[in-house]
């Protein structure tokens, strides 16, 4: 085996060792259901959860757009990539968040990717809740700026740290989300808007798994927020919300901005039509459907439609998996490294077009294989 193979198969068997091996399958996915090895099984996995990727108006929006302005985007936005649809987009999520402007990018990964490390660099300090996202820990490295973190959620402890490194460092950003992605937990966005307010820092709040609330502190403006296109609005793409003069930065600044090519313009067109139909209704329904979960569960009300349930140990995690997916049911297992050692999880999402029946079906099947 040439050399280079030779490193990657050892490696790849360590990680088999770990029990952590991960394979893609080819699926469809559509609405509630997904389609897998020949098989339709009710899906609890996907982010679509307004069931948007595949509504026929908006469907029919993005085939009209490519009419209009053909496939691909031609270039950086820069250069000459920046469609008019972004101006109307960016008005409405900058609306939305209920901020001066916002930025688009490629995704919601390029945006952490592009914005952190815009805002802050060596000599600087990130401060981050434990269980952030992989992407905004990837911004943090990227930036050059010292990384502490603190136990999820635990904001007096994000005070112990600002008390004793905030002094040492020029500036100072705080990280949190404001729902997390395998806990379905809300982040404590008030304590740590007041702490970034006492000891003049500023506030990042990853916003991917909000279901149409908006509910943050407008009175604190030291505030960058960023959002992804790829939950709620069922569709690709990322972006940055904030102050004009925030957006006006990051178009000079955000290296992931500058450097990839635009969105297509199907994408843009359907990611507007998806704004102006998401709507609060929707989010209470799904939040009305998460709770009936979690009571058919007896479990703690959710906070979100991201419930998991916590089993522990990888590959027990995985043999549940499987069972449900026998009984015609699909939730994604989720483990090491995605989440801390020994609470391997099966990863519940409820989406607006779960009925109740499908509720009841996925509580009674988690009930006979626990
Ligand atoms: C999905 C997600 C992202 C990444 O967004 P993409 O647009 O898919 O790159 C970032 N942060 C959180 C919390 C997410 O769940």
């Known amino acids: 085996m040439p050399e280079l193979d030779l490193f990657l198969s050892s490696a790849l068997e360590k990680i088999k060792a770990e029990g952590t091996y991960r394979e893609i399958e080819t ?3 559509k609405g509630k259901f997904i389609e897998k ?3 339709k099984l009710l899906s609890f996995a996907g982010s679509d959860y307004f069931g948007l990727a595949f509504h026929p108006e908006i469907v029919e929006i993005a085939k009209n757009a490519i009419d209009d302005y053909g496939f691909g985007a031609t270039g950086s936005r820069l250069i000459s990539g920046n469609n008019p649809l972004y101006n109307r987009l960016e008005e409405k999520l900058a609306s939305y968040h209920g901020m001066e402007a916002s930025l688009v990018f490629g995704t919601g990964y390029m945006a952490a990717c592009g914005a952190i490390p815009a805002l802050v660099g060596a000599g600087d300090l990130i401060i981050a809740d434990k269980l952030i996202h992989a992407c905004l820990i990837d911004a943090a490295k990227l930036s050059g700026a010292d990384l502490v973190r603190f136990a999820h959620n635990n904001y007096p402890k994000c005070h112990e740290l600002l008390a004793r490194y905030r002094r040492k460092y020029q500036k100072c950003i705080l990280v949190t989300e404001s729902i997390f992605s395998m806990d379905g937990d809300l982040g404590a966005i008030d304590a740590l808007t007041a702490l970034a307010q006492e000891y003049d820092s500023w506030l990042f709040i990853d916003d991917a798994h909000n279901l149409f609330e908006n509910s943050y502190q ?16 069922g569709s690709y793409g990322g972006y940055i919300a904030g102050s004009k003069i925030l957006i006006k930065y990051l178009q000079n600044k955000a290296r992931s901005f500058i450097y990839s090519t ?3 313009p199907a994408i843009l067109a359907a990611t507007l039509k998806a704004m102006e ?13 998460s709770r009936l979960f979690t009571d058919l569960m007896r479990m703690r009300p959710a906070d979100s439609n991201i ?8 590959n027990r995690t995985m043999k549940i998996a499987n069972k449900l997916e026998d009984l015609g049911i699909f939730v994604k297992a ?15 999402i409820i989406n607006y077009q779960h009925d109740d029946d499908d509720i009841k079906n996925l509580a009674s099947a988690f009930q006979s294989t626990i």
């Open 262 to 264: 635009a969105l297509p």
């Open 37 to 39: 090895n020949g098989k």
């Open 277 to 289: 139909m998401a709507n609060m209704e929707m989010a209470n329904e799904v939040m009305r459907k």
């Open 218 to 233: 407008k009175h604190f403006k030291n505030l960058v927020i960023m959002g992804t296109f790829s939950k709620f609005l």
């Open 307 to 314: 419930i998991p349930i916590i089993i522990g140990d990888n």
């Open 27 to 29: 699926c469809i996915a």
């Open 334 to 348: 989720i483990r090491t490294p995605t989440v801390p050692p020994g609470s391997a999880r099966l990863r519940v």
